[in-house]
């Protein structure tokens, strides 16, 4: 299981996702395809699903998903080497044989696969997470974008801080802080610029995160306890 947090969209474009068969094969037919690398026919089992900056997706596992060109996400996963890869080859990049279906052979991997077909409508309804806000003000404002009704082993939180402090509340689990907007500063000892990331120990009493330009965003990860 994964989330994607979409961070941006290239200018002057329509990002994309891939997420569920909305054209269903046959579990037959989708081995062909995998084992034929016939990419055209792949690409015809789906639609592109529009997102836009600031939105928030799942994945459940089983569930076959890919990343669009003009789109940049936050991606989360769960700790799992669970992955199977149905596309060999991407722009010169090869990826080996044992890393395709987790040394388990297509034929087991055919079975992990959610053979169910999902108009785009449904695809929004069932997979789009709508942030829920826990604090705001004047200067920040502090959301919850997954937890675990969701996902059973992380859950995210996203700040937008105007200006000056924002003091985060935590729980008893480590935490991994990332800026994805401007410039901050953890405890005024750590600063951080847009991609850059620092990890928050389980033992940390205060986390105090300041502002250092203006309208900035930070995105925090966190194990489900």
């Known amino acids: 299981m994964e989330c994607y947090y979409i961070l941006k969209v290239r200018e002057g474009t329509e990002g994309y996702i891939r997420l569920g068969f909305q054209h269903l094969p046959t ?6 395809i995998i084992e034929e690398q016939d990419l055209k026919a792949m690409d015809n089992c789906f639609e592109k699903v529009p997102v836009k900056e600031g939105e928030v997706w799942y994945v459940p596992g089983g569930v076959p998903h890919a990343i669009g060109e003009n789109v940049m ?37 055919l079975n992990i696969f959610e053979y169910k077909e999902r108009d785009l ?15 705001s003000s004047e200067n920040f404002t502090f959301n919850k974008l ?8 992380f859950s995210v939180y996203h700040l937008t801080l105007k200006e000056g402090d924002f003091k985060l509340e935590k729980g008893s689990s480590f935490m991994v802080v990332l800026v994805v907007k401007g410039k901050v500063s953890i405890n005024n000892d750590v600063s951080l610029i847009r991609g850059e990331s620092a990890f928050i120990s389980a ?4 986390t105090i995160i300041t502002a250092k330009q203006k309208d900035c965003e930070v995105c925090f990860v966190a194990p489900v306890n």
């Open 27 to 32: 579990k037959k037919e989708w081995k062909r």
């Open 73 to 109: 996400v936050l991606e989360i996963m769960e700790p799992s080497d669970l992955v199977v890869r149905c596309e060999f080859e991407r722009n010169g990049i090869v990826v080996p044989p044992k890393a395709r279906f987790m040394g388990k052979g297509l034929d087991f991997c």
């Open 121 to 135: 409508k449904t695809i929004r309804e069932t997979f789009k997470i709508l942030p829920e806000t826990l604090q």
């Open 146 to 153: 997954i937890d675990s009704s969701i996902a059973k082993s």
């Open 203 to 206: 033992n940390s009493k205060e």
